[in-house]
Each structure stands twice: as C-alpha cells, then as structure tokens.
C-alpha cells in the first residue's frame, strides 16, 4: 500500500504549498509517514463531528480544505477542542492533511471547481501567481465570461443550484433584471479583493462572507460610476451598466465543490505514483455553523 508519505507528496504535487498564501500554513498537520494509506475521504472543515465520522469509518487520511490551526499555539493538550481532535487521531491512527489557499490556487483546484460548476468559460485567475513550473494558468479566483449572458437573478439560481445544501442559501446584490457575461469568482472570503474584481471589470463577482458596510461602498460607488458613464452613451461610448454586483455564498459550500474533482483526481494521482489505488469518499455533512435561517419580519416595509 501507499504510505502516508508518497501521498502527502502526492498531494502537494497537485496542489503546491509554495501557493499558499503568506499566513497560511496548510499541509500534514497529524500523521505518522511511515503509516499505510488504504482509505482516504474528504471534507470542508476538520469539525468534531468530521473526524469522528472519519475514524468510525476506518479513514487512514482525511484531506480537509479548512485548517485545523489557523494560527500559532502552544499547546494541544485536552483543554481545548483541537487538542482532543489531535488526540483522536492519534489514537485512531487517521492523518489530517489540509489543502487551503494552495488548494485555491491549483490547477483543478477550489477556485476552477467553482468556476467550472458556474459555467465560467475562457477562465483565468483573479490574482495570478507566476509559477514557470505550471502547465496551466494558477492563481487564486477565476475570472471568465458566460456561454451566453443571462439574467443576474438566473444566474445566482445556477449558482445556487450548483452548492452543496446549506440553510443559508445566497444572497444578490444588484439589478436583478441586469444582464450578465463576465463573472469574477474567489471561494471563501473575499472582500479584501474589491480592487482586483474592479479592475477585471466584470458584471458579477461570486464569493462568501460578504459583510455589510464594504459590499454597500462598493455597489454605491458602482452606481455612482455607472451615472457618471450615463453621458458617454450619447456620445456613442462606454455604457451605464453597474459593476460589479454580487452574490454572496455560504463559505463551506462554495469550497467543497473542488472534492468534486480531487476525489478523482487524488486517487489516479496516488496510483500513478504507487501503482495503489486508495479508495475515496467525501464526508459531505453540512459544516456552515448556520442551522436555521428566519427572515426578519418584524415590522413593515
């Protein structure tokens, strides 16, 4: 069998670390190398209630988007839920890999998988990484244009159809009638990519976490631009369409439709590599902390 060790190389073949961002540290975060890795499965987020399920189900290796640790500790003792998550799988024998803002980045990896599921074509990454040993454009985001322009509101239901289910569905910004051909994607939180989603020029730009008080600058400032273009159309030039609008997803589901290609392509990666073929499985239960959504109704409108 494959050990831990030819898979973890494996893994960072297809999805490089040297792609991660600055403050990221992804990788074998728990795991024995000399170990043998029979059966792999897949999730958003190394949740309690994952990684039981990964050692009920004798899983050698989860492969989990979302760290465990985003930042330095100092301690994995029993006093804290990420202690007890190191310990368990110690016990069981189950190593936990993460592939995160590299996972983003990759070829096939997060950010295309979205881009794919979307109906995004003649893609290219938001924010390109120069990288002479790549086959294929990487970079994190994806930014491409529709097969044929559609309506916003027809769009962010695809959008919503293509996500894993979750209660707290999408939320639109925009003209809901506006017609849309250019889309800028970035699975996870992405508000801290206005500037480059701007200076794409798209009509839509698809992404989570969306918080109040920069998405409404954002769409102001697009009106306000999409006015001051109004006099240019007499002229012949220019148009006032608004740009970007946004739709806003629930972070772990927009992520998890990469394990869509990486539980194809992981295990014929592995047996390339090996001549062993792992067995796979995606342990897809909803990991959004959301479990009931309520519209506010308060008082009128």
Not at 92 to 111: E, I, Q
Request: proline share 6%; glycine share 8%; with cysteine.
């Amino acid at each position: 069998m494959a050990t831990l060790k030819q898979v973890v190389d494996v893994l960072e073949t297809l999805y490089p670390l040297r792609y991660a961002e600055q403050w990221d540290e992804p990788g074998l975060i728990v795991g024995d190398l000399r170990h043998d890795v029979r059966n792999i499965a897949f999730a958003a987020d190394p949740s309690m209630a994952v990684i039981d399920q990964a050692i009920a189900g004798g899983i050698d290796l989860l492969i989990c988007h979302h760290p465990l640790f985003f930042r330095s500790v100092h301690a994995v003792s029993g006093l804290g839920f990420r202690g007890e998550i190191v310990r368990k799988l110690n016990l069981a024998g189950c190593a936990l890999w993460v592939g995160h803002t590299n996972a983003d980045a990759s070829y096939r990896g997060v950010g295309m998988a979205a881009a794919d599921a979307f109906g995004l074509i003649e893609q290219r990454p938001l924010v390109p990484i120069e990288d002479p040993k790549a086959e294929h454009p990487v970079g994190l985001g994806r930014v491409g244009r529709l097969q044929e322009p559609i309506a916003l509101r027809d769009f962010a239901r695809r959008v919503a159809d293509a996500l894993p289910y979750t209660e707290l569905g999408v939320q639109v910004c925009g003209d809901l009638d506006a017609t849309i051909g250019t889309v800028a994607i970035l699975p996870g939180s992405g508000d801290s990519l206005f500037d480059e989603v701007r200076a794409a020029g798209v009509d839509v730009y698809v992404t989570s976490d969306l918080r109040h008080h920069p998405v409404t600058d954002a769409i102001e400032q697009a009106r306000y631009e999409a006015s001051m273009r109004a006099a240019d159309i007499e002229l012949g030039r220019g148009d006032a369409t608004v740009r970007p609008m946004f739709i806003n997803t629930p972070h772990s589901a927009i992520e998890s439709i990469w394990f869509q290609y990486a539980m194809g392509d992981v295990p014929r990666a592995v047996s390339e590599a090996t001549g062993d073929i792992p067995t796979v499985r995606w342990i897809s239960m909803n990991t959004d902390p959301w479990n009931l959504v309520l519209p506010s109704c308060g008082q009128e409108r």
